[in-house]
């Protein structure tokens, strides 16, 4: 169920997106079972269709869990390309490995546990890809490792504007110049004000899922 579509546009993603591939739809249902925070069918389309459009072949995800988002990257990404994973929690990557390792692709895959700053600093760029989807808290720190290794015409791509660990109308408020009810709101308003003020970038905000700043390189 979406947490900021109504009824309406929600079903009419369901009907338009083309259908899941089988282990898309298993891993979607996991996450789901699970009450995992994953981006969701209609990011992962998203970020197939952004993959795309950028001719990417390398992505690095701060954050990956059990692979879900990354599982969507690979169907865009050529043979010679890469994706990096990273999550805190070992059993997560041991989860995406199990996942991806039936996707049928070539692309290298990369695990890395431990603390993604820390990983993004042990692997060059330049990357076509960089999706943000770890603690919060770090949003527009992980923003600034990425702008100095993102490939020109590079995309950003930023989970949780809108829901999750916010609500929309605490965001749109701290926004407008009221306090921040929390931290995570705090975070996220402060993301989009640094991404949207940012020259290099141009940034769009995208309702779908749990809402996404996509922040493209221009130079
Ligand atoms: C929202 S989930 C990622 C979901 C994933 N992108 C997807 O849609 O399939 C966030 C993940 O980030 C991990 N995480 C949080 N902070 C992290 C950090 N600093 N370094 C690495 N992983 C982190 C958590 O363990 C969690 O699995």
């Keep these: 169920m979406s947490l900021i579509l109504d009824d309406t546009a929600e079903a009419f993603l369901t009907a338009a997106n083309p259908e899941q591939s089988p282990l898309l739809a298993e891993m979607t249902e996991y996450g789901n079972e699970q009450g995992f925070p994953i981006v969701g069918p209609d990011v992962g389309q998203f970020l197939r269709v952004t993959a795309r459009l950028a001719g ?72 076509d890809i960089i999706l943000i989807d770890h603690n919060k808290s770090m949003y527009v720190d992980a923003f600034e490792d990425a702008r100095e290794d993102l490939a020109p015409g590079g995309v950003v791509v930023a989970d949780n504007m809108m829901a999750g660990p916010v609500e929309p109308e605490h965001v749109t408020a701290a926004l407008r110049g009221e306090d921040p009810v929390d931290e995570h709101t705090d975070a996220i308003a402060s993301y989009i004000e640094h991404v949207r003020d940012d020259p290099e970038f141009e940034t769009a905000f995208v309702p779908l899922g749990e809402g996404v700043a996509v922040s493209v390189k221009t130079d």
Excluded at 90 to 105: M, T, V
């Design 56 to 127: 990417a072949k390398r992505v690095f995800e701060f954050g990956s869990g059990f692979g879900y988002s990354a599982a969507w990257f690979l169907g865009a990404l050529p043979a010679d390309g890469d994706i990096v994973l990273t999550d805190y929690d070992e059993g997560n990557l041991a989860d995406a490995r199990g996942f991806l390792s039936r996707a049928g692709h070539d692309t290298r895959i990369h695990y890395e546990a431990g603390d993604a700053m820390e990983t993004f600093e042990r692997h060059d760029g330049p990357f």
